[in-house]
């Protein structure tokens, strides 16, 4: 597996592990032997970089990581996250210092660790001075318990804010081929400053894959049930984009799933995807991304065809969209 930097010096494997969904997001959770044998599937796979947060579960996901990943502590970078009441997004978001100081905390004993590689902000608090907050992590930086700082789904001037007070080591939002507004809104700064990027959901929630379409049936637990852009007629009109996708890893005998992963990591070299999965034919599938080379010819088809397609949809209701900072 190849490495990547984040920010200055935060060096992972180019393609993470987003751990959310063996506890939380997607259905039931997985039972802790298979999450604890896939996350040490994807470390025997190269993979160094697996991100959490409390909220998922919540609690449960940082737990089922730390004691998968406590044999090979030091060989491994863990991301976690503070940002929501109680650890819990329907109660809303709460950054305030002394929450922020307890989540720390608390993550460093289910994560059965005594540092934080990256502790991201999840979801930037109206209420609480961005500089606040970066100042509270400087201060847990200082203190060791935390080694870099990041943020999530924030925009670029409350980035520039942060940075100003504590570095930013690395942004984690949304982006893949069917969400591109990054690109316009933050990557310049994110290049700029030298920051990293961690795009979550990178295969569209799993929609990219192809393995999705107007009759696939969702457990009641799973929140995608929720989101525009999966009700059965956007489910139905994004196809589109599916089959787009699908004829170019045809014609270059890789899968969809693969084309998606290969394409972000061609946009930059400081983007480092965290694709999850509770499967292992599929983490497999997703970590051989890395060896898919796309040549400039290949980026410029994929966007050409991508850019005709219009994807239906928003990507989160309305109370969801509130929390993201633009």
């Known amino acids: 597996m190849q490495r990547r930097t984040l920010g200055s010096d935060l060096e992972v494997s180019a393609i993470g592990l987003g751990c959310m969904g063996l506890s939380f997001g ?6 802790k032997e298979d ?44 991301a976690t996250k503070f940002g929501f009441a109680e650890g819990l997004p329907k109660k809303g978001l709460d950054s305030r210092p002394e929450r922020i100081r307890a989540v720390a905390d608390a993550s460093l004993k289910r994560l059965e660790t005594d540092r934080i590689d990256l502790f991201y902000q999840h979801r930037p608090d109206p209420n609480v001075p961005i500089e606040d907050v970066a100042g509270t992590v400087r201060d847990l930086i200082q203190e060791g318990k935390v080694k870099h700082f990041g943020l999530s789904e924030a925009g670029a001037e409350t980035i520039r804010r942060a940075h100003a007070v504590q570095p930013v080591t690395a942004l984690q939002s949304e982006y893949s081929l069917w969400w591109r507004e990054p690109e316009g809104t933050v990557f310049p700064t994110l290049e700029e400053l030298g920051i990293g990027f961690v795009p979550f959901s990178p295969l569209g929630r799993g929609f990219l894959t192809g393995t999705i379409d107007e009759s696939t049936s969702f457990d009641s637990s799973d929140f995608r049930l929720n989101l525009p852009r999966f009700t059965p007629d956007a489910l139905k009109a994004n196809r589109a984009l599916v089959r787009v996708i699908a004829g170019i890893a045809t014609r270059l005998n ?41 040549t400039e010819s290949d980026r410029r088809e994929i966007d050409a065809v991508v850019s005709h397609v219009e994807v239906l949809g928003d990507r989160y209701p309305a109370h969801l969209q509130r929390m993201v900072d633009r």
């Open 26 to 31: 997607y259905g039931p959770a997985v039972s």
């Open 35 to 78: 999450g604890i044998r896939l996350i040490r599937a994807a470390a025997d796979h190269g993979v160094t970089f697996f991100d959490t947060a409390e909220a998922y579960g919540p609690f449960t996901n940082e737990e089922l990581v730390g004691e998968a990943l406590a044999p090979i502590r030091d060989e491994v970078v863990i």
């Open 254 to 294: 890789v899968t969809s799933a693969q084309i998606a992963i290969a394409w972000l990591l061609a946009q930059q070299p400081w983007i480092v995807p965290i694709p999850g999965t509770t499967k292992l034919h599929r983490l497999e599938e997703n970590l051989g991304a890395a060896a898919v080379e796309l």
